[in-house]
C-alpha cells in the first residue's frame, strides 16, 4: 500500500524558512519521481517542483525558483523541500505525490499517489 506522510509545515515570518518532509513506504521509492504540490484557498492546486529517481533532474515553478530546493534521499525513502525567503504568496497546503511520466516541467506535472498535506503560514 502506497503511503505519502508530509510534515514540518507551521508558521514561519516573511523572509523565514523552513523545510518540509515527506516520508514514503509501500513502492520501490527510488524508482518513483517524486514532486510537491502546493494549494491555497481559493486557488487551483499548483505542482511546485519535481525531482527523478536518482535526484539528477529536478524542475521548479517560476514563483519558487531560486527560494525552493527538492531534495530526496533514497536511503531514508524521504522527499523534502526546502523553502528559504518564504513569501506572503507562498502559504498553503503542500501536498507531495509521485510524479506520472517523470519529472518534466512544472506545468506538465500529474501527480499519482498523493500524501495528505501540510500547512505552511507566512505571517508577520
Known amino acids: 500500500q502506497v503511503r505519502l506522510v508530509e510534515s514540518g509545515g507551521g508558521l514561519v515570518q516573511p523572509g523565514g524558512s523552513l523545510r518540509v518532509s515527506c516520508a514514503a513506504s509501500g513502492f520501490t521509492f527510488d524508482a518513483y519521481a517524486l514532486g510537491w504540490f502546493r494549494q491555497a484557498p481559493g486557488k487551483e492546486r499548483e505542482a511546485v517542483s519535481c525531482?527523478?529517481?536518482?535526484?539528477?533532474?529536478?524542475h521548479y515553478a517560476a514563483s519558487v525558483q531560486g527560494r525552493f530546493t527538492i531534495s530526496r534521499d533514497n536511503t531514508e525513502n524521504t522527499l523534502y523541500l526546502q523553502m528559504n525567503s518564504l513569501k506572503f504568496e507562498d502559504p498553503a497546503i503542500y501536498y507531495c505525490?509521485?510524479?506520472?511520466?517523470?519529472?518534466?516541467?512544472?506545468?506538465?506535472?500529474?501527480?499519482?499517489?498523493w500524501g495528505q498535506g501540510t500547512q505552511v503560514t507566512v505571517s508577520s
Open positions: 505525490a509521485t510524479v506520472t511520466f517523470g519529472c518534466r516541467p512544472v506545468s506538465a506535472l500529474t501527480g499519482g499517489y
Open positions: 525531482i527523478n529517481g536518482n535526484g539528477e533532474t529536478t
